[in-house]
């Protein structure tokens, strides 16, 4: 059973950056991609970023492309999301999530962590 704990999050001015951190148990039978997800109140979850258990396949969505960056350590017990330029429209929680399948979907993802507060000041 993979367990994912967030850390990272906080408050920033517009333009500043954050590093979120995804603490991970070594990689099961069945993950094969470990992603970034993301919610405000009272919005749907959307997909952030994700990259495969190899490292060679990465997708971003439009909204981060070119602002943030999803790297993990050689062990694969830790994620990152490198956040850079960020904006007010980036406050969010951000989620870590496991899943079997490359997917943007976050229904394909079967563990969560707890999420991690960002939050960008105008």
């Known amino acids: 059973q993979v367990q994912l704990a967030e850390s990272g999050g906080g408050w920033v001015q517009a333009g500043g950056s954050l590093r979120l951190s995804c603490a991970a148990s070594?990689?099961?039978?069945?993950?094969?991609?470990m992603g970034w997800f993301r919610q405000a109140p009272g919005k749907e979850r959307e997909f952030v970023a994700y990259?495969?258990?190899?490292?060679?396949?990465?997708y971003y969505a439009d909204s981060v492309k070119g602002r943030f960056t999803i790297s993990t350590t050689n062990s694969k017990t830790t994620v990152y999301l490198q956040m850079n330029s960020l904006r007010p429209e980036d406050t969010a929680v951000y989620y870590c999530?496991?899943?079997?399948?490359?997917?943007?979907?976050?229904?394909?993802?079967?563990?969560w962590g707890q999420g991690t507060q960002v939050t960008v000041s105008s």
């Open positions: 070594g990689r099961t039978s069945s993950t094969y991609v």
């Open positions: 999530a496991a899943g079997p399948v490359i997917s943007r979907q976050s229904d394909d993802y079967g563990r």
């Open positions: 990259i495969s258990w190899s490292g060679r396949e990465i």
